[in-house]
């Protein structure tokens, strides 16, 4: 089974590596987080370096179909976020 990493997680990390209040980690960790979610809403890309881009992709309508009743429906154009790893990221991984 694997573990998920949180926001409380990330937030631990920073309390424990610099030293500051557990409210401290926790506020900077919903700062990060609320910059990245209104740079996206704008439709800006999000690049953290040696990790990946965090992009909003336009999908347009299309028609779909349902797997279990096999009926078509038409699903709304919509934007979706979509997440590109780096190289150093996927090369990291790969070699662990």
């Known amino acids: ?3 998920t990493l949180t926001r409380a ?3 631990e990390a920073i309390y424990s590596e610099i ?4 409210v401290e980690s926790s506020q900077i960790v919903d700062q990060i987080f609320e910059e990245m979610i209104l740079e996206l809403i704008d439709g800006k890309s999000v690049k953290l370096s040696s990790f990946g881009s965090f992009m909003v992709r336009q999908k347009n309508e299309r028609i779909g179909r349902n797997p279990k009743t096999k009926e078509e429906a038409v ?3 919509r934007r979706v976020v979509v997440f590109r790893a780096s190289k150093e990221l996927k090369n990291k991984i790969i070699n662990e």
């Open 1 to 3: 089974m694997s573990e």
């Open 9 to 11: 997680d990330l937030s």
């Open 19 to 22: 030293g500051i209040s557990k």
């Open 75 to 77: 699903i709304d154009a």
